[in-house]
């Protein structure tokens, strides 16, 4: 079975500080201390991988560049553009906390990925051509793999959420951690859920976090 393993970008300063981090914002990564890299690295060291995509947008791509030097690869990693994270407009870099307090009702659509003029007129990207824009990447990636091939893909917690629910029919799954791992079979074209959110080899998750794709 031809599997596709998405992980999410390693955590930034705009993470750390709960800021709306979309596709037309980015902050670098944190990167003092690699030990959740090392750790992420030794569980893809149990696969092999035909090719590596990224997320153009730095923060996903420097991720997938620091994988490779903690697996002493050096394989090309392609850009896709449509695996880049959601647009939030206006909103790019603002302290959630502050949305929440001067936008609730409009902040509690945007959690929601729900499509509202006043998000619309702010610049928030669409949320049903988002996710089916991430969709279709997953699956022109997959069209190149043979059978029994893996890919590696790096990309942003919102809209690899989004695309997921998208491409196994699950509106039920919740936010992805920085660094986590999901994986998508496919079997004749199908698309199948193999593992979600894959965090067990990470130092430590904050549990309390929330939904971390906001």
Known sequence: MKRIFIVRHGKTQWNLEKRLQGA?????????DLT??????????????????????????????VVQMQLGQQAPIQPVPDLAELGFGLWEGELRA????RSPQLFAKLSRRENDPE??????EDFEQARHRFARAIYKISEQ????DNALVFSHGGISQLGIKTLV??????GLKNLSTSII???????YLDVYNQTAYLQRV????GNTSI
């Open 98 to 101: 502050d949305l929440v307090a």
């Open 24 to 32: 037309h914002g980015n902050s670098p990564l944190l990167l003092a």
């Open 169 to 174: 029919g699950n509106e039920h799954l919740l």
């Open 36 to 65: 959740d890299y090392q750790r992420l690295a030794a569980y893809l060291a149990q696969y092999s991988f035909t090719a590596w995509y990224s997320s153009p947008i730095p923060r996903a791509f420097a991720t997938a560049q």
């Open 119 to 124: 998000l619309a007129a702010l610049g928030v």
């Open 185 to 191: 079979g496919f079997v004749a074209h199908q698309a």
């Open 206 to 209: 904050d549990l309390n976090e």
């Open 145 to 148: 793999l043979g059978p029994d």
